[in-house]
């Protein structure tokens, strides 16, 4: 079964909006990362944060990671139509094959 | 390759048939990961291989599945007997697993089966 969830499960904005996604988990964890998902095919890889780090930026990308409440936050500020799609976090808790929840499906209306 | 490559993109079979997916992953990645996702859902792990070590077969839903890699490159999930239940589509990654390294995960854009 999955280890923790992503919330929301669905998400509407506006072009230009923020869009926030949160991930909580259960266990320990060496690091957490991000991906998403364009039309149920393959994921990329979009940020990894390391279980000793807060907060971490790529673009217009900002994570961050809690670890005392066990979750992480993904921001996507000034989004655009082109950023809908489905955002997953991945735990990696040492097992290498990493723990995926049942994602976020962002809708940016444009 | 410049990516992971899987084939095929999508599959139809009948119920009780045995089916072959194939994974090509990125040359030198020692990882491949086996995934399967239902509709909506998220990941759910089926097998990894790493180098030559014995694969960790814990996510394999049932017998029917198994899965090997030959000669430490493609890899090949083959679901004998079909049933309805797996139709998903399965996902294939791989990644460098370093020792020591961050585990980031490359995918391929996966087969998706339909059992009828």
């Known amino acids: 079964s999955q280890q923790g969830e992503e919330d929301p499960q669905a998400l509407s904005i506006q072009e230009g909006e923020n869009a926030t996604m949160n991930c909580s988990y259960k266990?320990?964890?060496?690091?957490l990362q991000w991906y998403r998902q364009n039309s149920g095919r393959g994921l990329v890889h979009l940020i990894l944060?390391?279980?000793?780090?807060r907060e971490k930026h790529s673009g217009r990308l900002r994570v961050t990671l809690d670890t005392s409440k066990k979750s992480s936050s993904l921001l996507i500020t000034a989004s655009r139509a082109a950023d809908t799609a489905s955002y997953f976090c991945?735990?990696?808790?040492?097992?290498?094959?990493?723990?995926f929840g049942s994602g976020t499906r962002l809708q940016v209306q444009p | 390759g410049a990516g992971v490559s899987q084939s095929p993109s999508n599959k139809v079979t009948e119920k009780g048939k045995d089916v072959e997916l194939r994974c090509d992953p990125i040359?030198?990645?020692?990882?491949l990961y086996w995934y399967r996702q239902s509709l909506g859902q998220g990941l759910e792990f089926l097998i990894y291989?790493?180098?030559?070590?014995?694969?960790?077969k814990s996510g394999l839903p049932s017998d029917r599945f198994s899965a090997e890699r030959t000669g430490g490159s493609v890899s090949t999930l083959t679901i004998q007997r079909t049933q309805q239940e797996d139709s998903a589509v399965y996902l294939c990654?791989?990644?460098?697993?370093?020792?020591?390294?961050?585990?980031?995960?490359?995918f391929g854009p996966g087969t998706r089966l339909t059992v009828l």
């Open positions: 291989f790493q180098g030559n070590s014995a694969p960790d």
């Open positions: 991945a735990r990696d808790t040492g097992r290498r094959a990493l723990t």
């Open positions: 990654a791989s990644s460098l697993a370093l020792a020591g390294s961050y585990n980031e995960q490359f």
């Open positions: 266990t320990s964890i060496n690091n």
């Open positions: 944060i390391r279980s000793n780090e």
């Open positions: 040359s030198g990645h020692t990882a």
